[in-house]
């Protein structure tokens, strides 16, 4: 009888099993099974929504051949483990390492409701990216970072021709995702002040549990919007002169459980004008409050301006509490020496490079869409609340957990 109680939240909301797709997510926190992934992506493909999602980004070349690319997509790097678009940065940069191997995703404008359903949608932001690279105009041209705080707001930018790069952060105040919304009214802004067009990231790089997303229409999306404009102003007055850029990457020193991806560190540093500026991506999901801070500052020696980011990658969230932030589990010492080894070997690989801006959209996007993933959170909690006083009323002990056991799995 609670076994078919239990089936409901799930059943009424989105005709599927409750307990069987209980089961699948809890595998996903232990032995991730091809066929489990299977089954949540086919459900998540179900429920899904068509979009048009944005990808925007930067290809720096040399004389032989493509360098790095950096990539903001408005596509979430979730739900978790390796399902859909978890693991987005490794995702995408398989797609792409015929071009180069050097591909840091960033975390762009994006919530959990653009989630991409399955990992096949994740295979579109490779397509798109190649073929935006394989048409794109370079130029020698890039102006000198500036950073422009506003009330609680900063947001570093950049030039690249008449393109600006705008990387946002409320650190040292935590936050969560940006929405799409407030990433787009950026970009908007970014054009009325006289850019071309602007990549916006969300450099996701401070957080405590609890902390809820910046949506817009609220205070903290008004201050991103003005504190972008300004710094898109401030860019696009910087003077411009040809570019040394520098990649490098700290793999192998963590494990997700760590709070580490696969990618592990990459480092972008960009030399303009005699001025270093420092672009530094952890494969991870956000930062423990401070750490950004210190990170700067451990740079500071090395490189003019620095941020340094998060990807959000969701590969590492292996609790159900969903709270793996870099700082969290590997110690502070670490992450500042590998980081500042990477911008080390970035720095050391320094070399002129022109450069090429490139935006488009993706259509017939397969997302979880508005809602949906709140309401997917709110069926499952609605299960769980059904089978825990089951278990408490009728067993207790090992009795209960292994019945929790026959149940789910």
Do not use: W
């Not at 979430?76 to 390492?97: C, E, N, Q, W, Y």
């Amino acid at each position: 009888a609670y076994t078919e109680i239990a089936k409901r939240p799930l059943l009424r909301s989105f005709g599927a099993d409750g307990l069987k797709l209980l089961r699948s997510t809890l595998d996903q926190y232990g032995e991730q099974e091809e066929a489990g992934i299977a089954e949540l992506e086919t459900f998540f493909d179900s429920i899904s929504v068509r979009a048009r999602v944005r990808v925007a980004g930067l290809a720096f070349r040399r004389a032989k051949g493509l360098k790095a690319i950096l990539i903001a997509p408005a596509v979430h790097p979730g739900p978790m483990g390796f399902v859909s678009g978890s693991d987005l940065p490794s995702k995408i940069a398989r797609g792409l390492t015929d071009l180069t191997p050097n591909v840091l995703v960033a975390h762009g404008p994006t919530t959990h409701d653009e989630n991409p359903a399955t990992t096949a949608e994740v295979k579109k932001v490779s397509e798109a990216v190649r073929e935006m690279v394989g048409a794109a105009a370079f130029g020698p041209k890039v102006g000198s970072a500036c950073r422009v705080t506003y009330a609680r707001a900063s947001a570093l930018a950049q030039a690249f021709g008449d393109v600006v790069l705008i990387v946002a952060s409320f650190a040292p105040n935590p936050t969560d995702d940006i929405d799409s919304a407030t990433g787009h009214a950026a970009v908007q802004e970014a054009r009325l002040a006289g850019a071309r067009d602007a990549i916006f990231v969300d450099a996701h790089n401070c957080h405590e549990p609890g902390v809820g997303l910046t949506l817009f229409g609220s205070e903290r999306s008004h201050e991103i919007i003005q504190a972008a404009k300004a710094a898109t102003q401030a860019a696009l007055k910087a003077p411009k002169a040809g570019a040394r850029v520098g990649y490098a990457a700290r793999r192998g020193f963590a494990t997700p459980d760590q709070g580490i991806g696969a990618r592990g560190i990459e480092a972008l540093v960009i030399e303009t004008g005699g001025v270093r500026t420092a672009y530094v991506l952890f494969d991870g999901n956000n930062m423990v409050p401070g750490i950004r801070d210190e990170i700067r500052l451990r740079l500071a020696g090395l490189v003019q301006e620095s941020e340094a980011m998060t990807s959000d990658n969701h590969s590492v969230n292996l609790s159900m509490d969903g709270f793996n932030a870099v700082g969290a589990a590997l110690d502070q010492q670490t992450i500042l020496a590998q980081a500042e080894r990477a911008v080390r070997e970035a720095i050391a690989n320094l070399e002129e490079t022109e450069v090429a801006a490139f935006a488009t959209e993706i259509a017939n996007f397969r997302i979880f869409g508005p809602q949906s993933a709140s309401r997917l959170t709110t069926s499952i909690n609605s299960t769980m609340a059904v089978l825990r006083p089951a278990l408490y009323v009728t067993l207790s002990g090992a009795i209960a957990l292994g019945a929790l056991v026959i149940v789910l799995f």
